[in-house]
C-alpha cells in the first residue's frame, strides 16, 4: 500500500492542491463589502476580480479599486483577490491612452 501524505488529506476527492484556488462555493460564508459606496453581501474567498465585477454591478469598462489604508489600488481584471469581512472598493474609468 502506498501511503501518500504531504499534509493534502482533505478526504475531499477534488484535484485543486496546489492551484491556490481555496474552494469557492464550499460553504464559504457570506460577508460584506462597500462598493462605490453601497453595501454588497458576497460568498468570501478568491475571486476573479472580472467575476466580483459582474456579481457586485460593475461596468466591466470600468476598473476596480481596492480602497487601502496607504490609498487605492487598480485591480486587474485577471487577477485574483482574497475577498473578506469589510473590504472597501470603488469602479472608475480606465486611465492612460494617447497624451
Known amino acids: 500500500m502506498e ?3 504531504a499534509n493534502q488529506d482533505t478526504g475531499s476527492g477534488n484535484s485543486t492542491a496546489g492551484r491556490g484556488e481555496g474552494n469557492p462555493g464550499h ?3 457570506n460577508v460584506h463589502i462597500e462598493v462605490d459606496g453601497h453595501n454588497k453581501s458576497v460568498r468570501a474567498g478568491d475571486w476573479l476580480v472580472s467575476d466580483l465585477k ?3 454591478g460593475v461596468d466591466p469598462a470600468k476598473v476596480l479599486a481596492e480602497i487601502t489604508p496607504t490609498g487605492l489600488v ?3 481584471d485577471q487577477a485574483h483577490i482574497d475577498v473578506k469581512e469589510g473590504l472597501r472598493f470603488m469602479s472608475h474609468a480606465r486611465t492612460g491612452g494617447s497624451s
Open 3 to 5: 501511503n501518500v501524505n
Open 27 to 29: 460553504g464559504s460564508p
Open 54 to 56: 459582474q456579481k457586485v
Open 74 to 76: 487598480d485591480l486587474d
